[in-house]
């Protein structure tokens, strides 16, 4: 199993370009979620998703948007970048999130650091 | 809202020493987490502890969470240069599937 992929690892954006950061997982988990991390700040919650076609928003999700179309992937747009968007940005996902029991600890991705000039 | 404090957030300890981090939150949670990043990596998940008087223990890290005082404590026993990281406690807020991370604790571990 590959895990949890991001891609790209690396991106500089200009102020107002948008892009996409890609994530997959192929361990059929249900729970998938989106963080940003800035020094000092740990890490926050963008958005996040319970199943495909179900997405919801975390702290953090203005300016960015997510869909899920399929259980695997889980990608993260942002509309139009600004410098506050510069961070190193996450994904996770975990097997399940019934909240009745389970550990759903979270398997994270290697990262996207993204600069906005 | 909730807020998760750990502290301290830095902590230069010397090898073969003991000590604990803390990390407070401020209402209830189902479940509490430990992570660990290395620099410039991703997260590692450490302890999951699902409820109150809850240890868990791997290698020289004890993790407890007493859910009454919102508090769950990473005690390092003998510390050796390996454990240098920086360690995050993560809390999912009740009833939501929303998962509130600490700002995390920097250990350095000297030689």
């Known amino acids: 199993n590959a895990g949890v992929t991001q891609t790209p690892k690396f991106q500089v954006l200009k102020t107002g370009q948008s892009m996409t950061l890609q994530c997959a997982q192929d361990?059929?988990?249900?729970?998938m979620s989106w963080y940003r991390q800035d020094p000092g700040m740990g890490l926050r919650l963008i958005h996040y998703s319970v199943g495909a076609g179900i997405t919801d928003q975390g702290e953090v999700p203005n300016g960015y948007n997510v869909s899920r179309s399929t259980t695997e992937d889980f990608p993260l747009r942002l509309l139009s970048a600004a410098p506050s968007q510069t961070s190193v940005y996450f994904c996770?996902?975990?097997?399940?999130?019934?909240?009745?029991?389970?550990?759903?600890?979270?398997?994270f991705g290697p990262g996207t650091r993204l600069t906005v000039l | 809202e909730l807020k998760v404090e750990q502290n301290p957030l830095f902590l230069s300890m010397q090898e073969g020493k003991n000590y604990t981090i803390y990390c407070n939150y401020s209402t209830t949670s189902d479940r509490l987490y430990w992570y660990r990043q290395d620099p410039g990596k991703s997260l590692e998940s450490l302890f999951v502890l699902l409820s109150n008087g809850a240890v868990k223990q791997e290698g020289r890290l004890m993790a407890s969470l007493d859910t009454k005082a919102r508090l769950s404590t990473l005690h390092i026993t003998a510390a050796v240069h390996d454990l240098s990281a920086t360690y995050f406690c993560a809390v999912l807020r009740s009833g939501t599937y929303k998962y509130i991370f600490g700002t995390g604790t920097r250990l350095k571990v000297l030689a």
């Open positions: 361990m059929n988990h249900e729970y």
């Open positions: 996770a996902s975990s097997y399940s999130m019934g909240l009745a029991g389970g550990y759903n600890e979270q398997f």
